[in-house]
């Protein structure tokens, strides 16, 4: 497989979609708190979640597409 078919593939995956789509919105969010500069308790806490919701995120996609990866070179 190559980059442009895996690509196509992550662009049919609905899964994959949806975290990316999730990921950014996460990403959106934390550069709104980033520019406010100061945070409230509960915004910092918020924050903080968001970070590792993230991380999560990121970590879901990149098994996504270590998968596909896995298919492609087997």
């Known amino acids: 497989m190559v980059g442009t078919d895996l690509s196509e593939e992550l662009a049919h995956d609905e899964k994959y979609q949806e975290l990316h789509r999730q990921?950014?919105?996460?990403?959106?969010?934390?550069?709104?708190?980033?520019?406010?500069?100061?945070?409230?308790?509960?915004?910092d806490f918020q924050e903080k979640r968001l970070k590792k919701e993230k991380l999560a995120l990121k970590d879901q996609m990149e098994a996504i597409l270590r998968r596909y990866r896995e298919t492609a070179t087997a």
């Open 23 to 43: 990921h950014q919105e996460h990403e959106r969010l934390l550069h709104q708190f980033a520019e406010k500069g100061h945070l409230t308790e509960e915004e």
